[in-house]
């Protein structure tokens, strides 16, 4: 029994641990429409996010950060497909940036450098990303028309845009 008291501290503290990442993947999961959060586009504009995904397609929202290699390479791979995409289901591509109040300042510059035709949000505080459960970049979210969250992806390997391309075909039957 003194065993037992004496790691009860413990105990509680990764009981509440475990409840709280339950409930992060639990809400992550429970997640069906894209939730309202103010970010800023890279000339400083207000955008509110729920309001991105109305128009008359599906929406893209890529969570990606300057750092990460597999965000990058995924986001270049799409510039060359895109046009089609666009053509064919009338998506339109989000790119949100998580880099942080230290490395915001790197994402212009890439994006620039890049010619990424798409439109690009900075989240540095994660709020966006939060709200949509997103724990690890890249992770991929395909928007229907309506706003309902109806296919996510996490993580990129070359050829994932062939399934991501099969999902948007779905969406413009």
């Known amino acids: 029994m ?4 004496q790691h009860l501290p413990f105990l509680r503290t ?3 641990v475990t409840a709280f ?3 992060g993947v639990l809400s992550a ?3 069906q429409t894209v939730p309202s959060v103010e970010l800023t586009d890279l000339d400083g504009k207000t955008v509110d996010t729920g309001e991105l995904w109305q128009h008359d397609g599906p929406t893209l929202f890529c969570f990606w950060a300057t750092w990460c290699s597999p965000c990058k390479r995924e986001l270049n791979n799409y510039l060359e497909l895109y046009p089609d995409w666009q053509d064919e289901t009338g998506v339109e591509l989000v790119a949100v940036s ?3 109040q230290r490395s915001k300042n790197r994402v212009a510059p890439y994006v620039n450098s890049a010619m990424w035709d798409y439109t690009v949000l900075l989240d540095p505080n994660s709020d966006f990303a939060r709200a949509m459960g997103v724990i690890n970049v890249p992770h991929t979210f395909l ?3 309506s706003g309902q969250i109806v296919w996510q992806h996490n993580n990129y390997a070359d050829g994932d845009e062939e399934e991501l391309y099969e ?3 779905k969406l413009a039957e």
């Open 21 to 23: 990442l339950m409930a």
């Open 167 to 169: 999902e948007l075909l």
């Open 2 to 5: 003194t065993i037992m008291k």
């Open 98 to 100: 998580i880099d942080d």
């Open 14 to 16: 990764a009981f509440a």
């Open 143 to 145: 928007v229907d028309a």
């Open 29 to 31: 999961d429970a997640q």
